[in-house]
């Protein structure tokens, strides 16, 4: 007998600030931005969502606040038993922002598509596999479409599983990554931060409810 909807959940996880410390620009504003996804295991179909939100312009010592479609990492049902991988980088723009505005539908496509297929091509994958599968095809995706994009402009990246199961019904979080120069790869409880070229902090909250 095929397995009910009372066996799963909707998960929602969102972006919902980004505090930068100090810029990776020594002579103004970033334009920070955040390019990857999300993806289920093979027991909840391997849904995957793409995320790429459009630059934002952020100073030293600013706090934004992120709302909106554009930040929803993921959102959709998952089995109890199954999980959510995060794979996401966040990025300074260096490119011309209008060509970025002209082929963002484009953009967003292309990177649909490469992590639909990256996720889908795992039949039993092992902890971190379907993040790490999102964060290689996000490059190539990208500039198939943008060419300029440069990955010398990453400042941080995270990995992170979502168990569906540890997490209650209702807003769990807000939750903070940490990273910047000196630690691009993101903890969540990092503490004592030293001076870096570039230190941001970027809040999540992960919402459970029944499935729909």
Same mark, same amino acid.
């Given at each position: 007998?095929?397995?009910?909807?009372?066996?799963?959940?909707?998960?929602?996880?969102?972006? +919902?600030?980004?505090?930068?410390?100090?810029?990776?620009?020594?002579?103004?504003?970033?334009?920070?931005?955040?390019?990857?996804?999300?993806?289920?295991? =093979?027991?909840?179909?391997? @849904?995957?969502?793409?995320?790429?939100? @459009?630059?934002?312009?952020?100073?030293?010592?600013? @706090?934004?606040?992120?709302?909106? $479609?554009?930040?929803?990492?993921?959102?959709?049902?998952?089995?109890?038993?199954? &999980?959510?991988?995060?794979?996401?980088? &966040?990025?300074?723009?260096? &490119?011309?922002?209008?060509?970025?505005?002209?082929?963002?539908?484009?953009?967003?496509?292309?990177? /649909?598509?490469?992590?639909? /297929?990256?996720?889908?091509?795992?039949? /039993?994958?092992?902890?971190?596999?379907?993040?790490?599968?999102?964060?290689?095809?996000? =490059?190539?995706?990208?500039?198939?479409?943008?060419?300029?994009?440069?990955?010398?402009?990453?400042?941080?990246?995270?990995?992170?599983?979502?168990?569906?199961?540890?997490? =209650?019904?209702?807003?769990?979080?807000?939750? +903070?990554?940490?990273?910047?120069?000196?630690?691009?790869?993101?903890?969540?409880?990092?503490?004592?931060?030293?001076?870096? $070229?570039?230190?941001?902090?970027?809040?999540?909250?992960?919402?459970?409810?029944?499935? +729909?």
């Amino acid at each position: 007998m095929a397995d009910s909807s009372d066996n799963q959940k909707h998960v929602k996880i969102a972006l +919902t600030s980004v505090y930068c410390r100090d810029t990776e620009d020594i002579t103004g504003a970033d334009e920070f931005y955040v390019a990857g996804g999300a993806g289920t295991g =093979p027991r909840s179909g391997s @849904k995957s969502k793409a995320i790429l939100t @459009k630059p934002a312009e952020i100073n030293s010592r600013q @706090k934004k606040i992120l709302s909106g $479609d554009e930040y929803v990492i993921f959102d959709d049902n998952v089995y109890v038993d199954d &999980f959510v991988e995060i794979g996401l980088e &966040f990025c300074d723009k260096d &490119f011309n922002e209008d060509d970025f505005d002209a082929k963002y539908v484009a953009l967003v496509s292309a990177l /649909t598509g490469a992590i639909g /297929t990256a996720v889908g091509s795992l039949a /039993t994958p092992a902890v971190g596999a379907v993040a790490g599968a999102i964060l290689a095809a996000t =490059p190539p995706a990208l500039i198939k479409v943008l060419a300029t994009i440069d990955k010398d402009d990453i400042l941080g990246t995270v990995q992170k599983r979502v168990n569906v199961a540890d997490y =209650p019904d209702g807003r769990s979080g807000p939750f +903070t990554w940490k990273f910047s120069d000196k630690k691009p790869n993101i903890t969540e409880k990092a503490e004592g931060l030293a001076w870096s $070229d570039w230190d941001y902090e970027v809040d999540y909250v992960i919402d459970v409810g029944p499935a +729909t």
